[in-house]
């Protein structure tokens, strides 16, 4: 899939941007669209606090999420290599029995 390089109007928390990126712009879109998600949610947990408030709260909890996906993944990740290493000393001593 080809990605499109021209701008997208995108609003985030009712401020309008023109922006572009290394993804096609029905993800920016879909981006743009969880963010200002993030900000209801915070707005509606907060609502006496300032715009710029809420906006930088709901930033912070992405930036939560972010790094719990990376630390799940970064996990997984160790245990497929921990779980790989084990099969090869598996096969690495079968083939050492069959060849003896």
């Known amino acids: 899939m080809e990605v499109d390089i021209r701008p997208v109007k995108i609003n985030i928390g009712g401020e309008e941007y023109s922006v572009r990126g290394d993804t096609d712009n029905h993800t920016i879109l879909e981006i743009a669209d969880y963010v200002n998600r993030k900000i209801a949610e915070v707005a509606e947990k907060a609502p006496h606090q300032s715009t710029n408030r809420v906006t930088v ?44």
């Open 57 to 100: 709260l709901a930033a912070l909890n992405i930036a939560e999420e972010l790094f719990r996906e990376r630390q799940v993944k970064d996990k997984q990740l160790q245990e497929y290599e921990d779980r790989a290493g084990r099969l090869l000393e598996w096969l690495d001593h079968k083939l050492t029995e069959v060849t003896a």
